[in-house]
């Protein structure tokens, strides 16, 4: 496994420290599930982290550190509103979801992305984010990059400005961040 990384592509890393101990502490607490949602895929289950308060409190304050003041946290659904709203809360920010497609009540701006087996869409409100403002994208994993580069372009849109991406898990052998230059891009912990 990797160790954690924290950079933008091409340039040096931030005032984020690596934390082996934190590392180490994630990687005892995230459960493998082979073959599900379906065979062939090796589900990464965070809730043994999420029912351990210590190694919460560490991995979200992890997860807002180093990124300079922000506005607001958004996260990606489902999974990185349990990661977010907290770090969003650590760092005085206020939270937004970034929701998949019909599931919020206001009128949207959506963005489609592509999947191994199709196309998936998700949808901020358009009153989400005001130009100017600085926003930190958390999730729980970053795989393919799509989910986090559609997240970026609903930020843009609205006329913010991504402060950077915060993620638990890298599966870097899927090469996500390539979908991500020119950005600030932080995993915990990359595998």
């Known amino acids: ?17 690596h934390d082996p101990a ?4 994630i990687r005892s607490k995230i459960r493998d599930v082979p073959d599900y949602p379906r065979p062939g895929i090796l589900f990464k289950d965070i809730t043994p ?3 351990d308060s210590a190694a919460l409190r560490s991995v979200v304050a992890a997860l807002g550190a180093g990124f300079g003041p922000v506005d607001l946290v958004t996260g990606i659904e489902a999974r990185g ?23 919020l009540p206001a009128a949207t ?3 489609s992305y592509e999947l191994e087996y199709g196309t998936a869409t998700i949808e901020v409100h358009t009153d989400a984010f005001e130009p100017g403002q600085r926003v930190l994208i958390v999730d729980d994993v970053l795989a393919t990059g799509g989910t986090a580069r559609a997240a970026v372009e609903l930020v843009r ?12 898990l890298e599966l870097a052998a899927l090469n996500g961040r390539a979908k ?10 990359a595998t």
């Open 1 to 17: 496994m990797a160790a954690a990384q924290d950079q933008t592509a091409g340039s040096p890393a931030t005032a984020y420290t």
């Open 22 to 25: 934190l590392e180490q502490l």
């Open 49 to 51: 982290l999420l029912a």
């Open 81 to 103: 509103f349990i990661l977010a709203a907290p770090v969003a809360a650590c760092l005085g920010a206020g939270f937004v979801p970034v929701r998949k497609q019909g599931k």
């Open 109 to 111: 701006y959506a963005e």
């Open 157 to 168: 849109r609205s006329g913010a400005e991504v402060a950077g991406i915060s993620v638990l």
């Open 180 to 189: 991500l230059a020119g950005l600030e891009v932080r995993a915990l912990l």
